[in-house]
């Protein structure tokens, strides 16, 4: 059972753009979301967070929004940038006290200059 | 800065050996964890600890064991290589559960295997 699904693969845009990633879930009891985002021979970085409570989290040219009734959130890039190409996870953190997240299995994202 | 170091970057090991890795953190973190990242499949959790000599079993366990004998360290260990545990393997580490913490976890640049 795959709680945390990111159903595209992959994403191009033109740099100065909009990219905007999608993932969607199933478990309710989820109460934080999470963004990573991964360069090539990287660990992956937290981006950026939204809890369940609030349906959008805004920093700098980062912005998440939650829909809860459709179980779906979405993390938009704005402008978009070179730099800015690399794979993007989401994750549902639902763990009470284990730290425990559920990780979707990734887009990649490719701004094009 | 949280540092999440893996001892190494690329790991080459055969058929049935014993493989360590390593992961060292430096923030006091109570959690710590293995993920392995296949194209395609995201980031599945291998093993996770939440306190010095505790474990728990991820998602895909089978084929792996750990070890945690002090707080900052955390080990994977493959008991005898197998060529599909070819991959990317990340260990991570987190705070303790708190208001603040959110559950951020640190990820390691990675150890990439290859099984021959």
């Known amino acids: 059972d795959q709680q945390v699904k990111q159903n595209s693969p992959s994403l191009s845009v033109q740099e100065g753009r909009i990219s905007i990633l999608n993932c969607d879930y199933t478990n309710s009891m989820f109460d934080y979301f999470l963004w990573y985002k991964k360069y090539p021979a990287e660990g992956p970085t937290f981006l950026i967070s939204?809890?369940?409570?609030?349906d959008k989290n805004e920093d700098g040219r980062f912005t998440v929004f939650l829909n809860k009734s459709a179980k779906h959130l979405s993390l938009h890039i704005v402008p978009s940038q070179p730099g800015d190409s690399a794979v993007y996870f989401c994750?549902?953190?639902?763990?009470?006290?284990?730290?425990?997240?559920?990780f979707g299995q990734g887009t990649t994202l490719q701004v094009k200059p | 800065d949280v540092k999440v170091t893996q001892s190494s970057r690329y790991l080459v090991k055969r058929t049935g050996e014993k493989v360590f890795l390593e992961c060292v953190q430096d923030m006091d973190h109570e959690n710590m964890f293995w993920y392995r990242q296949d194209p395609g499949l995201g980031l599945r959790l291998i093993y996770f600890s939440y306190d010095v000599k505790m474990k728990e079993k991820g998602d895909i366990p089978e084929g792996y064991s750990v070890s945690r004998e002090k707080k900052e360290r955390f080990s994977l260990i493959l008991e005898s290589a197998s060529t599909n545990q070819t991959s990317m393997y990340l260990c991570?580490?987190?705070?303790?559960?708190?208001?603040?913490?959110?559950?951020?976890?640190?990820f390691g640049a990675g150890t990439r295997l290859s099984v021959l």
């Open positions: 939204i809890s369940s409570i609030k």
């Open positions: 994750a549902g953190d639902g763990s009470s006290n284990t730290g425990k997240l559920i």
């Open positions: 991570a580490s987190s705070l303790l559960r708190g208001e603040i913490a959110k559950n951020i976890q640190y």
